[in-house]
């Protein structure tokens, strides 16, 4: 049984439709590559997946239970942490603040935070908002693992960042993939990164599914034809 489905997700903005049949299946452990060029439906489609925005038509499961119109915050404590696209950390509160907000009883502490991004903890006293890019990008990433989810998305995890940073990032979501059972739901420009990490790719055109697979059956045909410039 997929840990996460979506099934036919349609989705709208106002009168403004922005999904049309979405689908979408990971496993528990697994590595999901979210794909498809800007404003296919990506966003929209984490925002359904977390109770964030209403689903107009079709299913959301976790586990197998229905929980399409649950709202954000009994998605999260069922277990799906959210890095969102642009970060959002609590700028006025530190860095310890922001981890200690988001903390619930599991294997993801301050400690296990602090070995994946040591560069958090020299920070742990200061203000989100004096952070660089990449550290508030760590720190986003480590707040959704201090709740100790059992799927973590991560929209856009390393738009804007430096390329030292992103390399960072880059490796703590393989040792996340090596290290743990947490299963991921990735959305990146990078597809070099994604093919590296992920299991199995979905891709979005105009807010439909039109690709699903493994990640080695991705071929140059279809990244041309959904992903191309
Ligand atoms: P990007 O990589 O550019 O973020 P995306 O694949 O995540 O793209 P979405 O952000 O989900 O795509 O956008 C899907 C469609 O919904 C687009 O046509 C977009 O213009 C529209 N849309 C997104 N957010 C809003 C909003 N807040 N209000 C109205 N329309 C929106």
Sequence with gaps: MALLALEGIEAA??????????????????????????????????RVACGMMPARAGRVTFEGRDITRWPAHRVARLGVGLVPEGRRCFAPLTVEENLLAAARPGPWDRASVAELFPRLAERRDQRAASLSGGEQQMLAIGRALMTNP??????????????????????????????????????????????????RAVILERGRTVWQGGMADLGRDVTDRYLGV
Excluded: C, H
Aim: hydrophobic share 50%; proline share 1%.
């Design 13 to 46: 903005y106002g009168a403004s439709q922005a999904l049309f049949g979405v689908d979408l299946a990971l496993g528990a452990g697994e590595v999901v590559a979210l794909m498809g060029r800007n404003g296919m439906g990506k966003t929209t489609t984490i």
């Design 150 to 199: 059992r799927l973590l998305i991560l929209d856009e995890a390393t738009e804007g960042l430096a390329p030292v940073v992103r390399q960072e990032i880059w490796r703590a979501i393989a040792r996340l993939k090596a290290e743990t059972g947490l299963a991921l739901l990735v959305v990146d420009k990078s597809l070099k990164e994604l093919a590296r990490v992920a299991d």
